[in-house]
């Protein structure tokens, strides 16, 4: 056995969060792919057999009261509430990301126009996830703003009393840079404008602190860190101080303050409920709330300090595994600007990543010369990470 493989060892010995793993279903295979679709908690069969069988097979309509239908959307998150740092009430479950990025990045433009004329700016993150840039540039062309889209370090100098609106990435996609989500909020905040994050990749990998930042408004979705399985529902964050001024652009019945008055005009529900639009989708929401067990009793700070030493562990155990300048890492070495992947420069990433997988270690590929591993703390073992560097070692050399 190497001494990386006794090391290892060791680290897993040591490692408080390691029964976690017995909580998921899992094989053989080194899963780095949890930044992409979350592995399956052991637990969520059978609670969607039950939800599919009793709660809609026998109970029928009556689930909407008598299995909490209708309430799921606030209560589970409150269940996200506090892993992202959130009083309860400020959080709806539903819908995708993309349209809760519609939802949150029209609102703050009405916010914004609440606090006086002018603000006719709207900044995006220029390196963001595709679809926050589509569909910012769409907010934009409606509410009659122009898109400007800046780094996330151009952003301090790019704002003033122009900006309506900033949206930002907690973490970057690509790279695993983490932002400085505190930083960056109160910049936006001393230029009057309002912060609206996406957390989708570091939600449930590291603290977020949305109230303690006063961040305004975020999004993020289910489906990666938090395990909610494949489609499972983003949600949706309003501070509360906001939420009387929350103004959907998609206000839908189920946000209405009298859902089932059927009345012809709008009146918006208040608190977290203010965010939903349609009918939730129950099967795949109660998968979330299912998977969102196994984070009884873990605090999200243990997490956080499991991811670092795991990417430490990654970065080292690639370096003594393969040859110098082979793969670059483009994710920050220094704690505080990464995330909970290690994103490795290789020019033919394309036909590496295939080969990895054939072998038993699966992480992504981003275009166009990405290799992408994500390390989910409460699954992800030292042991796999030192087999990891050592399959990418062999594929590679
Ligand atoms: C940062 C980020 N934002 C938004 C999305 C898109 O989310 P959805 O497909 O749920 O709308 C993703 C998907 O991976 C993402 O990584």
């Known amino acids: ?43 969520v069969p059978d609670r969607i057999a039950d939800v599919v069988r009793r709660q809609w097979g026998e109970l029928r309509i009556r689930s909407w009261e008598e299995s909490g239908w209708w309430t799921a959307p606030e209560r589970i998150g409150d269940r996200i509430a506090p892993l992202v740092g959130a009083a309860p009430g400020q959080i709806v479950v539903g ?20 606090r006086g004329p ?76 309002l912060a609206v994050w996406d957390l989708c990749h570091s939600a449930g990998a590291l603290p977020v602190g949305l109230d303690e930042h006063g961040v305004d408004l975020a999004v993020g979705c289910t489906y990666k860190y938090l395990n909610g399985g494949p489609g499972s529902p983003a949600y949706l ?85 393969t040859e110098p300048g082979r793969v670059e890492p483009v994710t920050p070495a220094a704690h505080a600007h990464r995330g909970s992947q290690i994103a490795l420069r290789c020019p033919d990433a394309a036909e590496v990543m295939p080969a990895l997988i054939a072998r038993g270690v699966v992480g992504d590929f981003r275009h166009p010369d990405i290799l992408r591993f994500g390390f989910t703390p409460l699954y992800v073992s030292f042991t796999d990470v030192e087999r990891a560097a050592r399959v990418l070692g062999e594929v590679l050399n």
């Open 237 to 321: 964050y309003v501070r509360r101080s906001l939420q009387g001024d929350f103004d959907s652009p998609l206000p839908g019945w189920n946000s209405h303050a009298e859902p089932f008055g059927m009345s012809p005009s709008y009146a918006p529900a208040p608190g977290a409920q203010r965010g939903r639009v349609g009918t939730p989708d129950i099967l795949s929401m109660l998968a979330l709330e299912a998977a969102l067990d196994v984070w009884d009793g873990v605090r999200v700070e243990a997490v956080r300090a499991k991811s670092l030493a795991l990417t430490d562990f990654f970065l080292e155990c690639v370096g003594a595994r």
């Open 95 to 114: 819908d995708s990301t993309s349209v809760n990025v519609f939802k949150a990045l029209v609102a703050a433009v009405r916010m914004a126009d609440l």
């Open 118 to 193: 002018g603000r006719d700016e709207l900044l995006v993150d220029a390196t963001t996830f595709p679809t926050d840039g589509y569909i910012a540039e769409s907010a934009a062309r409606l509410t009659g703003r122009t898109l400007r889209p800046v780094t996330p370090d151009e952003v301090p100098s790019a704002l003033s009393d122009r900006t309506a609106a900033v949206l930002l990435n907690h973490v970057d996609y690509r790279t695993g840079r983490l932002h400085d989500l505190p930083a960056l909020t109160a910049a936006v905040h001393s230029a009057g404008a």
């Open 1 to 43: 056995m190497s001494e990386l493989a006794r090391r290892a060892e060791k680290l897993d010995a040591e490692d408080a969060l390691a029964p976690l793993r017995s909580r998921f279903v899992l094989d053989d295979v080194v899963y780095l792919d949890g930044n992409s679709l979350g592995a399956l908690p052991a637990g």
